[in-house]
């Protein structure tokens, strides 16, 4: 087998696993002045068991709505026009909106950009992260509060039963975005999709929560789709990554192959972008 085939290939695949998540042929419309666009074109990706797989593009590329597709919550604006979205072997397009709700949370979960505009700024840290057991399994949120915890502390948050009584605002941005994982991570579900979750951290703190993410993956098989515009985020964290651009996925590859042999013009273009990964501050940082 050549170094190429070799760097491009998914173990899981060829083990005929069936993924985690398979988006075919994905087709978003938005409206604008009530004329429907075509914003997002033909998108196919799959993550596979236990995989990392990051989306990257610049702002506008179509990577966030195809992402909020997969989980049946587009704006009202937009709507899906064409394609299938399998979650294992559930056809996601095809749930009643009473059936998402079981699924979103139970099965495939979101992680926002912005954790501080997520969370409730007059609910205790520790109720937001035990809700989604609550409502799922309707127990009452006093009795998982030690659920809570025992999540927190999952996540690396130091003096977990003094950090669950305390208000987002008393929690670092780092803090915050630990928290955030954790609601996601409360009914251990299948899928993770994190929208850009390390945008408005510091180097440091971004560091961290991407060991987060490899950490919670190799421990639990959770698979995760990254959406990221940071081609040196992808290249700490993902094992598999899709390039869009305009709407269209227009490279897809390992990360190792990504990095080594960028086949089109604007994949080489974000790598010339891209500061070193090697500079002394990401060596610290990591």
């Given at each position: 087998m050549s170094v190429e085939n070799h760097h491009d290939r998914r173990v899981h695949e060829e083990e005929g696993k069936r993924p985690t998540l398979e988006v075919r042929d994905l087709n978003i419309e938005f409206s604008r002045r009530r004329v429907w666009t075509s914003v997002v074109h033909d998108v196919s990706l799959k993550v596979m068991p236990g995989e990392i797989v990051g989306v990257i593009g610049e702002s506008g590329s179509g990577k966030t709505l195809s992402a909020l597709a997969a989980l049946r919550l587009l704006p009202k604006q937009a709507r899906v026009a064409k394609g299938s979205v399998m979650l294992g072997d559930v056809d996601v397009l095809a749930q009643s909106d009473k059936a998402m709700r079981d699924l979103r949370g139970n099965r495939m979960a979101l992680i926002p950009q912005d954790?501080?505009?997520?969370?409730?700024?007059?609910?205790?840290?520790?109720l937001q992260v035990a809700e989604p057991i609550s409502l799922h399994r309707g127990t009452p949120l006093k009795?998982?509060?030690?659920?809570?915890?025992?999540?927190?502390?999952?996540?690396?948050?130091?003096?977990?039963?003094?950090?669950?009584r305390a208000f987002p605002h008393q929690f670092s941005g780092g803090m915050q975005q630990r928290a955030m994982i954790a609601m996601g991570l409360a009914l251990a579900?299948?899928?993770?999709?994190?929208?850009?979750?390390?945008?408005?951290?510091?180097?440091?703190?971004?560091?961290?929560?991407?060991?987060?993410?490899?950490?919670?993956?190799?421990a639990s098989g959770t698979s995760i789709l990254f959406i990221t515009h940071d081609l040196g985020v992808v290249a700490e964290l993902?094992?598999?990554?899709?390039?869009?651009?305009?709407?269209?996925?227009?490279?897809q590859g390992s990360v190792a192959r990504i990095f080594t042999d960028p086949r089109q013009?604007?994949?080489?273009?974000?790598?010339?972008?891209?500061?070193?990964?090697h500079s002394p501050l990401t060596k610290e940082a990591i």
């Open positions: 954790a501080m505009q997520s969370l409730n700024p007059t609910m205790r840290v520790g009795s998982v509060a030690a659920a809570a915890v025992k999540l927190l502390e999952t996540v690396g948050i130091t003096r977990p039963e003094l950090r669950a579900p299948d899928l993770l999709i994190a929208d850009e979750p390390t945008t408005a951290l510091d180097v440091t703190v971004q560091a961290q929560v991407l060991k987060l993410l490899r950490d919670i993956r190799d993902c094992d598999w990554v899709y390039v869009m651009r305009h709407g269209r996925i227009v490279e013009d604007y994949t080489q273009m974000l790598l010339a972008a891209t500061p070193s990964l």
